[in-house]
């Protein structure tokens, strides 16, 4: 299934996409897709209604960000063999964890707002993975049973916020309108390996970063593990679990995001984002 929230930034409305790529109406059904109906009992039920039966949404509304309510934002730092080598960093002998606020998440087509002064805004095409049961020390064997399904992220990224700021990742993370979710949530079912996914990110039509999440050095299975051996993982949190190369700071020179650019991201059968970017008034 391809579960959407469509509508009014704040007040959105659940929806589902059909095979014919159309979006009907889910709010008779659910109120929002979330928390418990992110479970398998909860997409089961889901998964048991005919799309075409449900009321067929008029024009092009807008996307929110695919899950709502989400409860932990986390973000993998360094997850791709060949980023690592780009950034001059060495490969981690750990996930590397950092958390994007709340705050940030936006819908997948929503403008990217650049905070004031911002010089260093950078892009990171991610695979989102969004956790659908509770988990508490899950073993890499059983870990991908505890996903509701996955999604495209952008982890845009203030590198100087992010450690000429010094403290935490978590400063360049988490500027509002920094982190677009979506445009589905693609349930498990339907993403057979996640680690075979082609992704791409453009800025102004010029291809910048080509990937593919075979190359993550902690898989989705290590991740999910790793991170319920420390806490516990709720339905609705969500895991954005790194970017390949091709960031702007890995260049060079480096290249950073101005007012005007375009954005346009895509990962394999989980759709497309794209962004046009601002500088805050
Ligand atoms: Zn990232």
Redesign the pocket.
């Known amino acids: 299934m391809k579960l959407v929230r469509y509508g009014e930034a704040g007040s959105e409305k659940p929806g589902m996409i059909d095979a014919d790529g159309r979006l009907h109406d889910l709010s008779a059904h659910v109120a929002d897709i979330s928390g418990d109906v992110l479970t398998d009992a909860g997409l089961a039920k889901l998964r048991a209604i005919d799309p075409f039966s449900l009321p067929l949404v008029d024009g092009e509304p807008r996307f929110g960000p695919c899950v709502g309510a989400i409860g932990k934002f986390m973000?993998i730092?360094l997850n791709y063999s060949d980023h690592a080598a780009e950034t001059g960093a060495a490969i981690p002998e750990h996930p590397i964890l950092f958390m994007k606020a709340n705050s940030a998440i936006v819908g997948p087509n929503d403008t990217v707002v650049l905070p004031r002064g911002s010089t260093h805004s950078d892009w990171?095409v991610?695979l989102g993975v969004v956790i659908g049961e509770t988990a508490k020390y899950v073993s890499e064997e059983d870990a991908l049973n505890y996903v509701a399904g996955y999604c495209v992220i952008n982890?845009v990224?203030e590198r100087h916020f992010q450690t000429g700021l010094t403290g935490q990742w978590t400063k360049g993370k988490s500027c509002d309108t920094f982190g677009p979710t979506g445009p589905w949530l693609v349930t498990r079912d339907e993403v057979p390996d996640p680690q075979a996914l082609a992704m791409s990110l453009d800025v102004n039509g010029r291809r910048m970063q080509t990937g593919s999440t075979s190359t993550m050095i902690f898989s989705v299975a290590q991740i999910i593990s790793h991170l319920s051996q420390m806490f516990t993982l709720h339905p609705g949190d969500v895991i954005?679990t790194?970017?390949p190369p091709g960031v702007g700071m890995g260049m060079k020179p480096p290249v950073y995001l101005k007012p005007g650019d375009v954005m346009e991201l895509a990962i394999d059968g989980l759709g497309r984002q794209r962004q046009a970017v601002e500088m805050d008034a």
């Open positions: 973000c730092g990171e991610e982890d990224s954005s790194g970017t």
